[in-house]
């Protein structure tokens, strides 16, 4: 087998420094893949540490618990923190409607896992 690395001036390279360099590409493959997950469609960075998620909701699909909320999929958990008191996520689903601007409190357990992200808390924005 001819050697590769002729071009860049190296004549001879051992299989220790061989398999250096192949690890060190698959951990920049790795990290290249995950940093575009994290990107959401209009190409910003997504935090997925972040605690609380602002923006408009897009539809509401009570049957499910699930609210889509500027593209993403968020889960109500059973119980959530509305208007300053714990509410059941049917009622606080029945005071919310697509078009409103809302703060969500995200669960720490349940950030960038597969699925919709569960939110613990929600509160309505006032213009």
């Known amino acids: 087998m001819k050697n590769p690395f002729k071009l860049l001036g190296v004549r ?8 250096s360099l192949g690890a060190l590409l698959v951990a920049i493959s790795i990290s290249s893949g ?4 994290e990107e959401i469609a209009d190409g910003t960075p997504m935090n997925t540490n972040d605690r609380f998620y602002e923006g408009a909701i897009n539809a509401i699909h009570a049957e499910e ?7 993403e999929s968020f889960a109500l958990d059973r119980l959530v923190q509305f208007r300053n008191t714990v ?8 005071q919310i409607q697509p078009g409103d ?3 969500l409190e ?5 950030a960038g896992g597969s699925g919709p992200t569960v939110a613990v808390g929600l509160s309505v924005i006032r213009d």
């Open 12 to 19: 001879r390279i051992n299989k220790k420094t061989l398999g």
């Open 101 to 103: 601007s809302i703060r």
């Open 106 to 110: 995200l669960s720490p357990d349940t």
């Open 65 to 71: 618990s699930i609210l889509i909320v500027d593209d």
């Open 87 to 94: 509410w059941s996520r049917e009622q606080v689903l029945q």
């Open 34 to 37: 995950l940093q575009a997950q």
